[in-house]
C-alpha cells in the first residue's frame, strides 16, 4: 500500500488552484483528505475531487495540524500571513505566490534543478517559480549540457490570467463591449488590454524593471546555477486568455549546431517541440499541457553564437500547478 | 507660388492607400491633380481628397506619363509589373512594397537616413522600409550620435493590419464569432489569431527566418550605415488591429548612461519619449499618429553596457504612409 498524505489547497477556488485539483486528481497524488480553503467569501462553495464534491472552507478558521503537505496559491499576502502556523504545525510548505526570500524557499523547476530539494531540511519549504521562469528555464536545462548561455534576451507575452480570474473576465468584459460599440472603462488594468498590449504587467522600480521581471532574472540564475548569466527580460501584457508565449534570444559562447540543438530539444520528455515551418502556439498547442513547447529554433542572421527560440506554455496549468505538484512528488518520493 | 505636381497613389483603396491620400491633403503636399488607382475591383469605388470625391480608376489602363510622382502601395506584384512604367515615363517613385533589391531603390527612413536621398540620380526610386524598420530605425537614429550599438535584439508584435484591410476583418471575424461560441474557421492566418500569438508572420526560409525578420536585419543595417551591426528580428502577429509594438533590447560598446537616453529621447523631435512608471501603447497612443512613441527605458539588470526600450508606432500611417509622404516632400524640396 502506497503511503498517503492530508494536503491542503489555500486558494483552491482561483485558476492555479482548480489547476491544483485538477492535477492532484489526474496524477494520483498520494491524497489521503484534501481540504480546499479559500477567502471567506468562497467558503461553502464546491469542487470535484475523484468524483466527490468538496467544500471549500474559510482559511482563516483552519487547522494546519490536519495536514502534511500544503499549497500556498491565495498570493504573497496570504501566504505570508499563515505560513508560520504551517511551518509551525509542521507541514512541507509549497509556494506558488513568491512570498520568502530564496534563501527561506529556494526556487525549484521539476524539470530543471529537481537536485536542489536535497538541500532543503525538514519541514521542507520550497517555492515554485513564476510561470514564465518555468518555462524558460526548462527551456534552457534541457539545452545546458550542450551549449554554454551567456545571455538570454526575453520577452515574455503574459496571458490576462496571469493576474487570476479577474484578469480573465476583464479581457472578455472589454472585448465584448468594444465588438458592441460601447465605450471602455478599463477595470482591472491600468488601460484597454483588449486589442492592445501592454509594455509592462507590475510598476517598475527605480531602475524600470518591474518585479516580474526582476523576479525571471533572479529565478532563472537561480535555477539554471548560473549566477553569470546575463538577462534581458521584458514582460508584457497580451490580449490572450491562457498560456504565455515567450521569445527567446540567446548568446552562446561558442557557434551554435542549430540541428544538434533540434535534435535535442526534440527528444526532451520535459517539451514538446515543433519541426520548422510549423510553430506553436498557446490555442491549440500549449494551453491544458503539462509541458512546454517550443519551436522556431533558429540561429543568428549573422551571429553564429546566437540561438533563437519561440516558447509557448500554460501559465496556470504547467507554469504553476503542474510544477508544484511535481515538487510534491519529488519530496515524497525522495525525504518524506 | 508653389510649384505643384501631378501625384498617383498606387493601391488608395487599401489601408495604407487611404493613409497616403489622407496624409498628402493634411501635410498640404504640392499635388496639382491626383489619381487614384487599385485593381479593377474597386474601379469606380471614390475616396475624398480636400473635400472633394475623386474616383478610384484601374491601374491597368493607366497613363503614367500624366504624373510625376508615383507612390506603389499594392503589393510588390503590382510594383513589379508597373514600375518600368512608371520610370519610362520619368516618374518619380516611391514603392512601399519593397519590390525591388536596395541598390536600385534603397531603403530610406526619413527621420533616419535623409541623406541617402542625395544619391539617388533621376528619374529617382527610393524605398520606403517596412513599418517596423521605420519605428526601430527611427529610435537608433537618434540615440546613434550617444551611444554606440552593437547588437539589437528586437521582438516586433505585429497588427493584424500588416496584412492589410483583410487582417482588420479577419481579426474582427474571429473574435466575434468566438465570443458568441460559434466555431472558428480561420480564413487569412493559418490558425486562430484572436485571443492568441502566432511566432511568425510569412513563412521562414531555409535557416529558419521569415522574410520580414531577414528584411528588418538588413534594412536597419542599411539605413543606420551600420553594417556590422547584429540584429535578432523575431516579428510575431498579435491580435492589435493597428499599431506595432516592439521589445528592443540593445547591447551597447560601452556602458549606457540610462539619465543622458532619456534627455536625448525627450527632445528628439522625431518621437514621443513617454517617461518612466507611464508606458506607451499602440491603442490610445501610437495609432493615428506620426510619430513613433518610445518608452520603458531601462539598462540592464546585470549588463552596464544594456538598453531596453519598448516603441509603439502605428504600422500603417507613421511606418508606411507617413515616412512615404516625408520621402516625397524631401525629393521635392530637394531634388526635383
Ligand atoms: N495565474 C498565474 O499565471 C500564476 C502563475 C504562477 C503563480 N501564480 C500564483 O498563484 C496564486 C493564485 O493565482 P491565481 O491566478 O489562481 O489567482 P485567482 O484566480 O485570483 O485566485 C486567487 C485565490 O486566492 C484566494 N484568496 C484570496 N484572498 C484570500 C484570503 N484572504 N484567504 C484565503 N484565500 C484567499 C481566492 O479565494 P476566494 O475565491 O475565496 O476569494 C482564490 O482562490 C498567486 O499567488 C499567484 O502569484 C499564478
Ligand atoms: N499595412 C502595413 O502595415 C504596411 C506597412 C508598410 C508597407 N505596406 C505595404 O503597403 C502596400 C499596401 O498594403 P495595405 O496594407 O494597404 O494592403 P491592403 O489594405 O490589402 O490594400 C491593397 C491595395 O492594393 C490594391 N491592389 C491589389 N491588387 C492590385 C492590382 N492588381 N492592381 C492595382 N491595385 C491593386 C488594392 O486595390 P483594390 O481595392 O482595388 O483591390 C488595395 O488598394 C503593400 O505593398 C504593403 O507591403 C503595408
Chains 1, 2 share one sequence.
Not at 467558503?43 to 503537505?69: I, M, N, P, Y
Amino acid at each position: 500500500m502506497t503511503r498517503t498524505y492530508d494536503v491542503a489547497v489555500i486558494g483552491a477556488t482561483g485558476s492555479v488552484g482548480e489547476a491544483l485539483v485538477q492535477l492532484l486528481e489526474e496524477r494520483e497524488f498520494p491524497v489521503a483528505t484534501l481540504y480546499l480553503l479559500g477567502s471567506g467569501e468562497s467558503a461553502g462553495e464546491s469542487l470535484t475531487f475523484r468524483g466527490k464534491s468538496r467544500r471549500v472552507a474559510a482559511l482563516e478558521a483552519f487547522d494546519f495540524s490536519q495536514v502534511r503537505l500544503v499549497f500556498f496559491a491565495a498570493g504573497a499576502v496570504v501566504t505570508r500571513g499563515h505560513i508560520e502556523a504551517a511551518r509551525a504545525a509542521g507541514c512541507v510548505v509549497i509556494d506558488l505566490s513568491a512570498a520568502l526570500p530564496a534563501q527561506q524557499a529556494p526556487r525549484v523547476v521539476a524539470d530543471a534543478n529537481p537536485e536542489q530539494l536535497s538541500r532543503l531540511a525538514p519541514p521542507y519549504c520550497v517555492t515554485s517559480p513564476s510561470a514564465q521562469s518555468v518555462a524558460v528555464a526548462t527551456v534552457l536545462a534541457a539545452l545546458r549540457p550542450h551549449i554554454e548561455v551567456q545571455r538570454a534576451v526575453i520577452t515574455a507575452c503574459m496571458a490576462v490570467s496571469s493576474h487570476g480570474r479577474q484578469g480573465v473576465s476583464e479581457l472578455a468584459r472589454q472585448t465584448a463591449e468594444l465588438l458592441n460599440a460601447r465605450a471602455l472603462e478599463p477595470r482591472l488594468f491600468d488601460r484597454q488590454i483588449a486589442f492592445n498590449l501592454l509594455a509592462q504587467v507590475d510598476a517598475p522600480d527605480a531602475g524600470g524593471h518591474g518585479a516580474l521581471e526582476r523576479r525571471l532574472a533572479a529565478e532563472l540564475k537561480e535555477v539554471l546555477g548560473s549566477p553569470q548569466l546575463k538577462v534581458s527580460a521584458t514582460c508584457i501584457q497580451v490580449p490572450v486568455f491562457y498560456g504565455d508565449s515567450i521569445s527567446l534570444s540567446l548568446q552562446c559562447r561558442d557557434a551554435v549546431e542549430v540541428e544538434q540543438v533540434c535534435a535535442v530539444l526534440r527528444t526532451a520528455s520535459t517539451l514538446e517541440y515543433v519541426e520548422a515551418g510549423d510553430y506553436p502556439t498557446v490555442v491549440g498547442d500549449a494551453v491544458g499541457q503539462e509541458v512546454v513547447y517550443v519551436g522556431r529554433v533558429r540561429g543568428g542572421q549573422d551571429d553564429p553564437a546566437e540561438l533563437n527560440l519561440w516558447i509557448a506554455s500554460d501559465n496556470v496549468r504547467k507554469g504553476a500547478a503542474s510544477n508544484a505538484v511535481q515538487l510534491g512528488e519529488l519530496l515524497i518520493k525522495h525525504y518524506l
